[in-house]
């Protein structure tokens, strides 16, 4: 189900861990098939936790409950939206509905185009820096008010 390099990265990932505790890669395990697969299907989920000898449920539980993870397609980028309190009381809602009025979509849709879904996000732990956003889960954007919102997604598209 997954590519040899995938693998391999989900080994380097499990030889971390005693022997015993493979299982203790699930986070990155997960977020390698998604990478690669660009969401986390029910299949990979199980794959995911058949290859480090735990139960799918406990793999399931994993991905379900941190929002990094996907368990449906999403668009070539994912914007999410912090909205927790810190942010909220700084511009994160008001972010947040700049970014639905500009692309035409609620939070959990995708552009028509595929290019961006939007989602509502938790605490991305850069409170001082708010509004944020974080792109892909990997690219933290800091006082996202119209005009860095505007440039950020001139960039995207």
């Known amino acids: ?3 040899s390099e995938s693998l391999k990265r989900i080994d ?4 971390k861990y005693p022997a015993d505790q ?6 990155a395990a997960l977020a390698i098939a998604q990478e690669e697969q660009g969401w ?10 058949n290859y480090l000898g735990m139960a799918p449920i406990a ?24 909205t927790n309190l810190p942010c909220m009381l700084t511009g994160g809602v008001d972010a947040g509905e700049y970014l639905k009025k500009k692309l035409g979509i609620g939070y959990n849709e995708t552009t028509p185009d595929g290019l961006i879904t939007l989602k509502e996000g938790e605490c991305m732990g850069a409170c001082g820096d ?11 954007c800091s ?4 005009e860095q919102i505007d440039k950020l997604l001139a960039e995207l598209k």
């Open 22 to 27: 493979k299982q203790s890669a699930v986070m």
């Open 59 to 82: 793999a399931y539980e994993v991905a379900t409950f941190y929002n990094m993870y996907d368990l449906k397609p999403v668009g070539k980028y994912k914007v999410s939206v912090c």
């Open 12 to 15: 380097r990932e499990i030889a």
């Open 143 to 146: 006082w996202m008010n119209p």
């Open 40 to 49: 986390l299907s029910s299949e990979a989920i199980e794959f995911v936790a």
């Open 1 to 3: 189900m997954l590519t």
């Open 130 to 140: 708010a509004p944020v956003m974080i792109v892909n889960n990997r690219r933290m």
